[in-house]
């Protein structure tokens, strides 16, 4: 678990949200802080976007030949 979910645009899905991160217990907080960053080391880094555009850039490549 990464964080809250609230819905865009929707100031009371928003304050929802703040409120259950405010009740949350700090370590619990530090966690979902520490899973984010995994994730996105994992799944949303410029390295790992490079990689999949240069995934795509050798499958079109062999389409080609």
Avoid: W
Avoid at 8 to 26: D, G, T, V, Y
């Amino acid at each position: 678990r990464c964080g809250v979910i609230a819905t865009s645009e929707s100031p009371k899905s928003i304050a929802e949200s703040i409120i259950q991160l405010k009740n949350m217990q700090e370590d619990e907080r530090a966690q979902l802080g520490k899973n984010g960053k995994k994730y996105y080391h994992e799944n949303m880094s410029l390295r790992v976007g490079v990689e999949k555009f240069n995934q795509i850039f050798q499958r079109v490549a062999l389409k080609m030949k």
